[in-house]
Nanobody
Framework: QVQLVESGGGLVQAGGSLRLSCAAS????????MGWFRQAPGREREFVAA????????YYSDSVKGRFTISRDNAKNTVYLQMNSLKPEDTAVYYC?????????????????WGQGTQVTVSS
């Protein structure tokens, strides 16, 4: 069992930056692939980024590639999402997710644990 708690969301102007954090507790954090997803009102939850257990392999959706960076600190049981050059269309609830002993993937169904989400609002 893993508990995930996101933080760092908020209101920012277009072009600005935010850094999301996801703190994990429970089973060994380094056993998990970690991912970030987001869900805007009226839309399905979508993949944003993922990182392998060592932090050596990452994967991004086309919509955030070059603007967002995922990273992790296994000593702190935390995964981060640095978001730069934010756009109004990035507005959503952002969720952290964990996949036990898996591979980097964009598939929602592959992830075993989810956080409660943190709201990110980008104003134009």
């Amino acid at each position: 069992q893993v508990q995930l708690v996101e933080s760092g969301g908020g209101l920012v102007q277009a072009g600005g930056s935010l850094r999301l954090s996801c703190a994990a507790s429970g089973r060994a954090f380094s056993n998990y692939v970690m991912g970030w997803f987001r869900q805007a009102p009226g839309r399905e939850r979508e993949f944003v980024a993922a990182i392998n257990w060592r932090g050596t392999s990452t994967y991004y959706s086309d919509s955030v590639k070059g603007r967002f960076t995922i990273s992790r600190d296994n000593a702190k049981n935390t995964v981060y999402l640095q978001m730069n050059s934010l756009k109004p269309e990035d507005t959503a609830v952002y969720y952290c997710a964990a996949e036990f002993l898996g591979s980097v993937t964009a598939g929602l169904e592959e992830y075993d644990y989810w956080g409660q989400g943190t709201q990110v609002t980008v104003s134009s």
